[in-house]
């Protein structure tokens, strides 16, 4: 149930059904490590981000050795972003990337953390990275993937910070 929701949350941008579904499946098992992890992306979406690093690690606790714990970390990191720690931010990053080198989520994250913090080289550099998973990458449509469920304070934030790494509009 926790991915069905994440599919509603993201790709149709059914936040309230795709909430309404993560409640129902934490109420049928508390210990559904994948539906806290989605609850942790809706909430850091949504500019929660301690709440959304609180599900995340209570995901992690759950399920320490899941194969899918890089999305915890991309989910971290993306709440740091949205809570402007961008060093942290990196770090969870980096983390998530450790495991998974291609989450683009990751990389995208990381580029916008680098670049608030004025690292526009390191910026470009990984800026490369995920352009060379994603090639039609651009500010557009990056909007028009995460714009409908994301919060505009939280979507402006990284779009800023892609668009100082020079991600194309």
Known sequence: MGLAA?????LADEV???AAILDRA???????ATAWMVRGLLY???NQPEMAIEACERA????PFDPLGFWNAADIAFAHLCARRFEQAIE?????LHDQPRVATAIRVKVAALAHLGRLGDAR??????LAIDPGLT?????AFLGPSTVPEVLDLIVAGLRLAGLPE
């Open 26 to 32: 934490l109420v049928l098992n508390p210990n559904a």
């Open 6 to 10: 994440n599919t509603l949350f993201i």
């Open 139 to 143: 500010i557009a449509r990056y909007r």
């Open 60 to 63: 992690q606790r759950l399920s």
């Open 44 to 46: 850091a979406v949504r």
């Open 92 to 96: 969870w990053a980096d983390r998530a």
């Open 125 to 130: 550099t990984e800026l490369g990275r995920v």
């Open 16 to 18: 309230a059904l795709g």
